[in-house]
Structures are given as structure tokens and as C-alpha cells.
């Protein structure tokens, strides 16, 4: 990291496995404290909810469906969705998505029913 600036790109950055599919974390909070930047590929995503975390869902690539609190919202590049602590959500489909989590993502902050 320069002292100004970071480049991130995704290619470089790690896979992981997380609950929505596979990401790869390109800003955490270790880089900024005020949110976090992840580049996702939706596969088998549980439905989950945050206690903390609102998500900004940005559709990159594909098409598929984001699960709301029983609503369904469909995805196509363009899409933006909000997503409010305590909204239960899920997504499905061949979707990429860029995922802005305010404040940055914490597992602890993760619940399942």
C-alpha cells in the first residue's frame, strides 16, 4: 500500500468460500475501517442475516434472484440492492456481484435462523 493510496485487483486477491459463494476481499477493514469492498460469485448461498452490517448488492455479471425477507428481487447487471441489518437474504443464480459492507464485514456479525 502506498501512503495515499490502494490498488486492488481482483485477479490477485484470493478465493475463499463464504456464506453466499465464493469472494474475494479486495478492501477488508484492516485496509479502512469505514467499510469493506468484495467481489463476490454467488454459489449456494444460505440465507443469512447481519446484526450490524448494511450490504450494498452491485449485479457486475448474470442474472439470478436475491431472497429478502420472503421477497424476491431480480438480478441483472445494473441491479443495486440495500440490504438493512436484520433483513434476512440469500441470492441464487449465476450472479457476480460487488458487495459494499458499511461497517466492514465481521463473521460474529453473521446470523442463520
Do not use: W
Not at 41 to 54: D, L, Q
Amino acid at each position: 500500500m502506498q501512503d495515499g493510496y490502494l490498488v486492488r485487483k481482483v485477479e490477485e486477491v484470493p478465493k475463499e468460500r463464504s456464506t453466499c459463494g465464493y469472494r474475494q476481499r479486495l478492501i477488508t477493514k484492516e485496509h479502512f475501517e469505514g467499510a469493506n469492498f468484495t467481489f463476490l460469485s454467488v454459489y449456494e448461498a444460505e440465507r443469512h442475516y447481519h446484526g450490524k452490517t448494511t450490504e450494498f448488492y452491485y449485479v457486475l455479471k448474470g442474472e439470478g434472484v436475491l431472497e429478502l425477507d420472503g421477497d424476491k428481487v431480480e438480478l441483472k447487471p445494473g441491479t443495486l440492492v440495500m440490504i438493512r441489518p436484520g433483513t434476512r437474504h440469500r441470492a441464487e443464480g449465476q450472479v457476480e456481484v460487488l458487495i459494499v459492507g458499511i461497517p466492514p464485514f465481521d463473521p460474529a456479525d453473521t446470523f442463520y435462523d
